[in-house]
């Protein structure tokens, strides 16, 4: 990153502390439905809040479920052999061609057991009604597409000896929050922002739709 420009977690950082402190200048010039952070009332809403707002967002938690998958697909190579696939650049080994015929057969298992639970004739993960909407099936559907993903690309892993040991599986279930450490950060100061503007009312002062924001992460 150009190190002529502020990085967009400090920005997100100053915009937070702006938002409080412009909640308390509202609150002094009584600006219509504006309360302060930083009074007494404000400090406890934030401190029972502050623990618990990246995990209210709804974004934030399927993201952090899907970073275990992708993580060993991005990190198992099993990934970057799907690109050369694609783009047709670069062949590939007997190893890898075998490992990756057998990953792409248990993620198309996994797959099959997934679409069973959805539309077959057991109903245990469906909604009360018998739909999709609303049911534990697609409340967890962030953690069956990571565990499919992430089982294919281990089985991949493993086929073509990256993986050893079960240290080396670790360390592909947490790349994501290495390798993107700065995106966990910057998604926690959005939901603060967020939650912060509409808790002091300046969302409705300056006519922005923190609800909605808000429901979408």
Not at 29 to 44: K, P, T
Request: glycine fraction near 8%.
């Amino acid at each position: 990153m150009n190190k002529r420009f502020i990085h967009p977690v400090t920005l997100l950082f100053l915009l937070t502390l702006a938002a409080a402190l412009m909640s308390w200048v509202g609150s002094i010039y009584s600006w219509q439905g504006v309360q302060s952070l930083l009074s007494a009332e404000g400090m406890r809403w934030l401190l029972r809040n502050v623990v618990n707002l990246p995990w209210s967002a709804s974004l934030i938690r399927h993201l952090f479920m899907l970073s275990f998958g992708v993580g060993l697909c991005v990190h198992s190579g099993w990934w970057a052999l799907c690109v050369r696939l694609i783009t047709r650049k670069g062949g590939w080994s007997r190893k890898e061609r075998r490992a990756w015929v057998l990953s792409m057969v248990v993620g198309m298992m996994w797959f099959a057991f997934c679409a069973w639970l959805a539309f077959g004739s057991s109903a245990i993960v469906r909604s009360i009604t018998g739909g999709l909407q609303g049911s534990p099936f697609m409340s967890g559907l962030s953690f069956l597409c990571s565990l499919g993903l992430g089982l294919t690309a281990m089985i991949y892993g493993l086929s073509v000896d990256f993986y050893r040991t079960d240290r080396d599986v670790v360390k592909g279930i947490s790349y994501c929050f290495s390798r993107f450490s700065s995106l966990w950060v910057a998604l926690f100061f959005i939901a603060l922002l967020l939650s912060i503007l509409h808790y002091t009312g300046l969302d409705a002062w300056l006519k922005i739709d923190c609800l909605h924001s808000l429901a979408f992460f």
